[in-house]
């Protein structure tokens, strides 16, 4: 694709800007998702050694709540 378009009379090739904004969102939402996998892994690390904690001390966690 090109940014300028020979059809259009600005010039400006509306799917080539469309691309670039698609582009530019599916960078920013993987950025979130990796971000938010990271403190998901965080969490679940935290629960481990919480769930260890009250284990160890003899109290029982129910398997839902």
Same mark, same amino acid.
């Given at each position: 694709?090109?940014? &300028?378009?020979?059809?259009?009379?600005? =010039?400006?090739c509306e799917i080539w800007i469309d691309h670039q904004i698609l582009? @530019?969102?599916?960078?920013?939402?993987?950025?979130?998702?990796?971000? &938010?996998?990271?403190? /998901?892994?965080?969490? @679940?690390?935290? /629960?481990?050694?919480?769930?260890?904690?009250?284990?160890?001390? =003899? /109290?029982? /966690?129910?398997?839902?709540?």
């Amino acid at each position: 694709m090109k940014d &300028n378009c020979p059809f259009s009379e600005s =010039g400006k090739c509306e799917i080539w800007i469309d691309h670039q904004i698609l582009q @530019y969102a599916l960078e920013e939402a993987e950025e979130l998702a990796d971000a &938010n996998w990271t403190e /998901i892994k965080r969490l @679940y690390a935290r /629960i481990d050694q919480l769930t260890a904690v009250l284990v160890d001390a =003899g /109290i029982d /966690i129910p398997e839902e709540l």
